[in-house]
């Protein structure tokens, strides 16, 4: 089956760097790709929408500087958590649809911001 | 839009008995699927079983079942046989099927655990 990779699986920073993480379709070339974020026992919340070559479409309340998408290519989605801060520690999601429809996602990124 | 609403944080069984996990939904879009996904302790998210909204046959796969009522705008899954290894967050979800752009709304969640 189609898989969606994620790099990297975990980070540990200290406050007011920025981190990058990457999402990767594998076998399939993917429309759409999504951003989640997950914060303990909770669920899944969407941040952003993007489509490749174009600017990502993001959920209210989420800012757009804070957490840049970049979608370069069909295979390639990163998000760039930009001056972390310990509120932004959390579980990163990404998801990857592909031209029939179906959604695969990631493995996850766990971000922990000293 | 769309809402999902699951009504049990949390729900035991014993090993090779049968559980039903409830999902209820709301949403103004006639094409929609609904659909159940399982995420272990280890974070990822595992796709189960789908189910269109215009689909006469109640969803099976495996040990997975969907009781699609569309009038009642539920879509339990039924879990059969549950094993240890079934353990896990489970959430529904829902996705309008219409042209355009359509996103994947998630449920809160209902956490599974299945003793010896």
């Known amino acids: 089956g189609a898989v969606v990779s994620q790099h990297p699986s975990w980070v540990i920073c200290k406050s007011g760097t920025s981190v990058k993480i990457e999402c990767r379709s594998l076998?399939?070339?993917?429309?759409?790709m999504f951003w989640y974020r997950q914060f303990p026992k909770q669920s899944l919340m969407l941040m952003a929408t993007?489509?490749?070559?174009?600017?990502?479409?993001?959920e209210q309340g989420v800012e757009k500087d804070k957490f840049l998408i970049n979608h370069a290519s069909l295979t390639l989605s990163t998000l760039t958590v930009t001056s972390a801060h310990p509120e932004d520690s959390s579980f990163y999601i990404c998801?990857?649809?592909?031209?029939?429809?179906?959604?695969?996602f990631g493995p996850g990124t766990r971000l922990l911001v000293l | 839009a769309q809402k999902i609403t699951q009504t049990q944080p949390g729900m035991f069984v014993q090993e090779k008995e049968a559980v039903t996990l409830d999902c209820t939904y709301d949403?103004?879009?006639?094409?929609?699927?609904l659909f159940w996904y399982k995420q272990p302790s280890s974070g990822e998210m595992i796709f189960l079983i789908y189910?269109?909204?215009?689909?006469?046959q109640n969803a099976t796969e495996g040990r997975y079942s969907l009781n699609f009522q569309k009038a009642r705008k539920s879509a339990n899954l039924v879990i059969s046989a549950s094993q240890l290894g079934d353990s896990a967050m489970y959430f529904c979800?829902?996705?309008?099927?219409?042209?355009?752009?359509?996103?994947?709304?998630f449920g809160t969640g209902t956490r599974l655990l299945v003793s010896p």
């Open positions: 998801s990857a649809r592909s031209v029939d429809e179906t959604q695969y």
């Open positions: 076998d399939f070339q993917a429309t759409t």
């Open positions: 993007s489509n490749e070559g174009s600017k990502a479409t993001y």
């Open positions: 949403t103004s879009d006639q094409s929609y699927g």
């Open positions: 189910q269109g909204s215009y689909d006469e």
């Open positions: 979800a829902m996705r309008a099927m219409n042209t355009g752009f359509q996103k994947l709304v």
